[in-house]
């Protein structure tokens, strides 16, 4: 019998599990998530929200920034009460906030439901990966943990095409799918999760919050430590921009359509199954396909970077991505994108799994835990920034509501203000005809005239800041007698 299916009987039936309920969950999230910007940023008249660009910034850079500090709290209760529990309350927050999203629309509501969906993902985020922890060990421990990264992928691939093929019918069918695949994670954990061993912890929940924050200020003592988590936010508020950034920036400015031909051309079935009733292809369609990449390319990438050192591998993946998402800002052509999102997902592979491993390096002895506890704050910190760039900055740049409003406001036009009864589509048109500029050529000369491509630089520069901090961390701050180079 091979090694590799000796290995696959080891795992036990909660290993499994964890992993089905992960590869959910996952779905249900990304597939709200990839389109959760366009859904508060669109015109009211399609169903979405029309929050300005600032305002979805906020939202989403504020709460997902909550989302990944609460662990550190979520953890210890779910250790206390026992993770079965856990997950029934998890899953309770999480599909009545799926279902509650699509069905409110002021800010003030549209937030609470959001922090709500937070809290429950933060209450099963911790559980599932510490599942796969205790029911693997250093012989199954590697292959445990590849089968969960791959899980997560492919949810996350799965997840956008169902939303955005359910969207075409009605946005609220999006959160409903979303709640319904929880739902369904919630039976499988009432059948056939078992509780995995876990020890009694003697103290009160009180003392253990206070010895796990403890703990952090500890970590966080470590000046080294800190400097690398500060550049690794640089990355974080780079990579978010997939979701926050990218899908309102291709919906706004790029005639998907040339992408639809083209596939018809190829493969007329696919294009007819994927394209929307216009022929276009729906700008969450295109950013999923870096969860492709990553399900087709990671297992190649790992090897390649294998014996590379992790610090090394890590500047050369941002170097990487900072030339991959700068290239998806550049220009109108959609077709871009399968190349620009290739070259982001070929750096993301080779440097996000390392950031863990290189944590797990420089972390002293019997500080290895501790200090992986600690690698949420770089995702929290980098979500939070990510929310402002993708927010008021890209509003003021590269927005094309804002734009198109500058230019009405240079040419003298009286068009009514955008409202509940005056949709974002019926600004856009209204301008259009006193322009005499419609649909396409409306966007071509916006897009001449304001440049809002130039949003590039900024998160080129962030991307770079990134790479040139990493270098001098490697050269000035770490030790070459410690090998951690």
């Avoid at 190829?266 to 969450?284: C, D, H, M, R």
């Avoid at 991307?463 to 410690?482: D, E, H, P, Q, R």
Wanted: charged share 15%; glycine share 8%.
């Amino acid at each position: 019998m091979p090694k590799f299916v000796k290995i696959l009987k080891k795992f036990p039936r909660t290993f499994w599990v964890a992993n089905i309920m992960e590869l959910f969950e996952r779905w249900a999230w990304y597939g709200m998530f990839m389109l959760f910007a366009l859904y508060l940023t669109g015109s009211t008249d399609t169903g979405a929200l029309g929050f300005t660009q600032a305002q979805k910034g906020m939202m989403m850079g504020s709460v997902v920034g909550f989302l990944y500090f609460l662990p550190v709290i979520t953890g210890a209760i779910a250790d206390r009460i026992g993770y079965k529990k856990v997950l029934i309350i998890a899953y309770t927050l999480i599909a009545s906030s799926y279902f509650l999203l699509g069905r409110v629309s002021t800010y003030e509501s549209v937030f609470a439901v959001f922090i709500m969906l937070a809290l429950g993902a933060a209450l099963f985020k911790p559980i599932i990966s510490a599942c796969v922890a205790k029911t693997t060990d250093d012989e199954t421990s590697s292959m445990g943990f590849g089968i969960f990264y791959m899980i997560v992928n492919i949810g996350a691939f799965v997840g956008p095409i169902v939303a955005s093929l359910a969207r075409q019918s009605g946005w609220v069918n999006v959160f409903n799918i979303s709640a319904g695949v929880i739902v369904f994670n919630m039976i499988i954990v009432l059948l056939f999760f078992k509780e995995p061993e876990r020890e009694e912890s003697t103290k009160t929940f009180g003392e253990e919050i206070k010895t796990i924050f403890r703990n952090i200020i500890e970590a966080l003592k470590d000046l080294k430590f800190v400097l690398f988590l500060l550049i690794i936010v640089g990355f974080w508020t780079m990579y978010n921009q997939l979701f926050y950034t990218l899908p309102v920036f291709i919906d706004q400015w790029m005639d998907t359509s040339v992408v639809y031909d083209n596939i018809y051309r190829i493969w007329p079935w696919l294009a007819e199954q994927i394209g929307t009733e216009e022929k276009t292809i729906a700008a969450e369609m295109l950013t999923n396909i870096d969860a492709m990449y990553i399900i087709i390319f990671q297992l190649i990438i790992s090897y390649v970077v294998m014996k590379m050192k992790p610090i090394h591998s890590m500047i050369s993946g941002f170097i990487v991505s900072t030339i991959g998402l700068s290239l998806t800002f550049i220009t109108n052509n959609p077709m871009f994108l399968f190349i620009s999102i290739l070259i982001f997902g070929l750096g993301e592979m080779a440097g996000s799994p390392k950031i863990t491993e290189y944590i797990g390096k420089i972390a002293p002895p019997g500080k290895t835990a501790l200090y992986m506890g600690c690698s949420f704050l770089p995702m929290a910190g980098g979500n939070f920034f990510a929310g402002i760039l993708s927010g008021s900055v890209y509003q003021k740049h590269s927005d094309k509501i804002t734009l198109l409003k500058m230019e009405v406001e240079k040419r003298g036009l009286d068009i009514p203000e955008i409202s509940d009864s005056f949709s974002q589509t019926d600004y856009i048109n209204r301008a259009g005809e006193l322009m005499n500029l419609h649909g396409h050529d409306l966007t071509v000369y916006l897009w001449n005239t304001y440049q809002p491509y130039n949003i590039w630089m900024i998160f080129a520069a962030i991307g770079g800041v990134t790479v040139v901090a990493m270098i001098l961390f490697n050269w000035l701050v770490v030790s070459k007698k410690t090998g951690d180079r």
